[in-house]
């Protein structure tokens, strides 16, 4: 039975400067049973069509139906659970869990077991009279969680309830709910999970539904047919994440640009960017998804994605189903000081670019052990554009001077071995 349907919906946000349009024309249904993902960057409007089904915002076009009604006001049907948790900290977790019920004007009794049932079920039991500020992470989220759950709501409305999580806690967190939503214990009949992270959406979800921005768009929809409980490693699981991650990004997976032309083409991106992420990632410890990664960077994935394919190339992290992950040199290399970091990166660079060779053996087989600039730019014309081969080149020498393979004269446009580089060579 359909529980919720939008049609056409679109929105714009007014400014004094002109208005910017959020969605366009958004349009599904979410039927008893399911469990339907809304997947999409930052920016989407993934958040604004939730509280559009609240009822918290009306779209200028466009209707709301919930349980074949026209939607006009507050949903009572729905509940939500906030990334930030949005706890009130003077409250207790009893305090906090009952509060939606007092508005609804239960009696007291009523409300106390009710609430007590809750949060019970999602685990917080012996933890009824603590403060929200004494608790970790997952335990608040749990919180969030129980309060929504106590008002019993039709559509339960996760906005990125997992994202600001650890690695750990939030999988036990994702594992509990399913577990919930499987076994019937919880008299919800549908789920709207928002989230940006590719793997979880494939995890959770019966339909994904993405998003594409600048306007807010559905783009595709995928349905997951795989029963829980999912096995993240299977061959099923996997093709889904990478197929999902070719359509958000344009490209698939496997035709990335760098991988077509691995010899020659290098991604563009400098070495600060590369050492700015692996650091970051290295202090975030645990694999991060790349979608995450580019919320937290405030960066778009288009910008992200070739430092993630150089550190890739460079074999300083790998991509696995959508998460960033360093190797044994990524980490040697975050933790390594400055010195040791050219040393690896060297050792990586040479190693991996066969056109960084390729100078070193042009340079050494010259007696003044010097090169200009042109004399590789033309042979990388062969092969390129002459834009993208300016832009190569670039990007190989700013490699190149920071990891000293080379030295650069920016005045002379050329490249040359200094005394000790060359003397290392000949030796
Ligand atoms: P998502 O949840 O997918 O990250 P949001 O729904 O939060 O996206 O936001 C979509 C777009 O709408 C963003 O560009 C955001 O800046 C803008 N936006 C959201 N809420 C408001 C608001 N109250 N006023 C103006 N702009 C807003
Ligand atoms: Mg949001």
Do not use: E, N, Q, T
């Given at each position: 039975m359909e529980l919720l349907r939008l049609e056409n919906i679109s929105l714009s946000f007014k400014f004094p400067e002109g208005e910017i349009k959020v969605l366009d024309k958004v349009s599904f249904s979410v039927s008893e049973g399911e469990i339907i993902s809304l997947l999409g960057?930052?920016?989407?409007?993934k958040s604004t069509i939730l509280r559009i089904i609240a009822g918290l915002l009306r779209p200028q076009e466009g209707k709301v139906y919930y349980k074949g009604e026209e939607l006009n006001g507050i949903n009572h049907g729905v509940a939500m659970v906030f990334q930030n948790f949005a706890l009130f900290p003077w409250l207790t977790v009893l305090e906090n869990v009952e509060l939606g019920l007092k508005v609804l004007g239960l009696p007291q009794e009523i409300r106390r077991e009710k609430a007590l049932k809750a949060i019970d079920l999602i685990g917080l039991d012996g933890f009824e009279n603590a403060y929200p500020k004494e608790l970790s992470g997952g335990m608040k989220q749990r919180v969030g969680f129980a309060r929504a759950l106590v008002m019993e709501p039709d559509i339960l409305l996760l906005d990125e309830p997992f994202s600001a999580l650890d690695v750990l806690t939030a999988e036990n967190l994702r594992n509990d709910l399913i577990e919930l939503w499987m076994e019937k214990r919880i008299p919800t009949k549908a789920m709207i999970l928002v989230t940006h992270s590719i793997e979880e959406a494939v995890y959770i979800a019966d339909r994904v539904l993405l998003l594409s921005k600048d306007?807010?768009?559905?783009?595709k929809e995928v349905k997951i047919e795989i029963p829980h409980w999912r096995d993240k490693k299977s061959k099923e699981f996997l093709n889904l994440v990478d197929m999902i991650y070719g359509i958000l990004t344009g490209k698939p997976m496997e035709k990335l640009a760098f991988r077509e032309k691995k010899h020659l083409f290098i991604p563009q991106a400098g070495v600060g960017a590369i050492t700015g992420l692996i650091e970051l990632v290295n202090d975030l410890e645990g694999p991060v998804d790349i979608y995450k990664l580019g919320e937290e960077l405030l960066m778009d994935i288009e910008d992200l994605l070739p430092i993630v394919e150089a550190s890739e190339i460079l074999g300083l992290a790998e991509i696995k189903e959508g998460d960033f992950v360093l190797t044994n040199s990524g980490k040697k290399f975050a933790e390594a000081d400055v010195l040791e970091r050219k040393e690896i990166f060297k050792e990586l660079a040479i190693e991996k670019v066969p056109f960084l060779k390729q100078i070193i053996r042009v340079l050494q087989s010259k007696s003044n052990h010097k090169a200009p600039r042109d004399f590789f730019l033309d042979l990388l014309k062969q092969h390129l554009s002459a834009q993208e081969a300016e832009k190569q080149l670039d990007v190989l020498i700013d490699w190149g001077r920071y990891a000293e393979i080379f030295e650069y004269d920016d005045n002379k446009d050329e490249l040359y071995l200094s005394e000790i580089l060359s003397m290392e060579k000949k030796s």
């Open positions: 960057p930052s920016g989407s409007g306007p807010g768009r559905i783009i």
